[in-house]
């Protein structure tokens, strides 16, 4: 990394040191499978005031996906370190200007970097009558997309509304949503589901894209193989608890108040993809199974919003379920400086020096929907 790049940019990241700023940076990379390496390439690129900035266009959603993304900057995290470095240019939700002057400083941006931004989308696309349901600047979404799309370098679907429709798309879907891959048919795009999606995961493709010029390996689904290529069933820490016939059979009974498995209160987790178990979200560390929620598969097209809450997984869907790789035991994670995300990755490291990661890596390829690379 360049000195001087990293000075320009010390002060916003808290005036964490350089080595510890690349140190962070090779968490990111093993979390994407990278050589640790891989780390100092990742802080030279973020750093690099010639990177290629977001642009970040939201229909119809929560915009818990934007929200998501925040939540990490109130702490100092690993998460925050990235956020405050990916150039965001445009974001409705977090843009300084409004109206005219917005609009014209993403037209600047888009014509400055035809061919190298980076074009987020968040929320569904409505279709219905002439997509009329959602429309920004007098403009319906869905035409603002598609050109905005013509010019990007990179494309990425953040949230479950954006990857696949999700909440939106749900019957009756009166707007007639359908997410972006649908609407940019022969497009490449990357999807980050969940409703929301962990943020880790998206700023990690941003920073994979940023520094490589290429997106990480994706699925069928177009989802990043580093984040959803195992089932959340796999690696969760109650998984002892269902491999042992453990389970609560209603909310607030004995065996929930021991944190026995879920799946009698109809968690999704053994028909979700996504590593939700493994990365806990932002810096309080933590995600629906370890508050004693059941998944409901909230990345999952076909699951969240489609198959009731409460009603049991059907555990013929995926024949591909392995033995947990998790040791028995419930474990909490808590926040702390480091964030738990990271703490996971680093985690993650040692544990796989140490052999532990062994049986994880022995069950990776576990996603039937994944492309050889
Ligand atoms: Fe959807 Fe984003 Fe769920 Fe919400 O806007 S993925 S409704 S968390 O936030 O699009
Ligand atoms: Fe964890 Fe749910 Fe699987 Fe039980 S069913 S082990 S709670 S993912
Ligand atoms: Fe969503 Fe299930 Fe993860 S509900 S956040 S996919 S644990």
């Known amino acids: 990394m360049q000195h001087n790049d990293f000075e320009k940019v010390k002060e916003s990241l808290g005036g964490i040191s350089r080595r510890d700023f690349i140190k962070f940076c090779s968490v990111v990379a093993a979390g994407m499978s990278l050589p640790l390496s891989a780390g100092k390439d990742i802080a030279n690129a973020v750093t690099n005031p010639n990177r290629p900035p977001v642009i970040w ?7 818990g996906c934007t929200e998501s993304l925040l939540r990490p900057s109130t702490h100092f995290t690993l998460e925050s370190l990235l956020l405050n470095l990916i150039s965001l240019e445009y974001n409705e939700t977090l843009n300084a200007g409004a109206g005219h002057q917005a609009e014209n ?21 409505p279709t219905k009558d002439g997509g009329i349901y959602c429309q920004i600047a007098g403009r319906p979404f869905q035409e603002i997309l598609k050109e905005t799309a013509e010019k990007a370098g990179a494309i990425i679907a953040i949230g479950s509304c954006a990857s696949w429709g999700g909440l ?166 808590q926040g702390s400086g480091f964030s738990a995300g990271a703490a996971a990755l680093a985690g993650a490291a040692v544990g796989a020096a140490a052999g532990a990661g062994a049986v994880t890596v022995k069950h990776m390829k576990s996603n039937p929907n994944e492309d050889d690379e």
């Open 57 to 63: 266009l939201s229909g119809q959603g929560c915009t």
């Open 105 to 125: 400083h993403k037209k600047k941006m888009v014509d400055k970097y035809t061919g190298k931004f980076v074009l987020v989308v968040e929320g569904a696309v």
């Open 168 to 333: 939106v798309k749900s019957d009756p879907n009166p707007t007639g949503a359908k997410g972006a891959p649908e609407v940019l048919k022969g497009k490449t795009v990357v999807t980050v589901p969940g409703c929301p999606p962990n943020p880790y995961n998206f700023l990690s493709t941003v920073a994979h894209y940023i520094t490589y010029n290429k997106l990480p390996a994706i699925d069928q689904k177009g989802r990043p193989k580093f984040a959803y290529r195992r089932l959340i069933h796999e690696d969760c820490p109650r998984r002892p608890h269902f491999d042992a016939g453990r389970f609560a059979e209603s909310f607030g009974d004995e065996g929930h108040q021991k944190g026995y498995c879920l799946y009698k209160l109809g968690c999704k987790g053994p028909v979700t993809y996504n590593n939700c178990s493994l990365k806990h979200f932002n810096d309080v560390g933590t995600w629906p199974v370890n508050t004693g929620a059941p998944c409901f598969g909230c990345s999952e097209e076909d699951v969240g919003f489609d198959i009731p809450k409460f009603r049991e997984a059907d555990l013929t869907k995926e024949s591909i379920i392995t033995p947990s790789a998790t040791p028995a035991g419930i474990h909490y994670d």
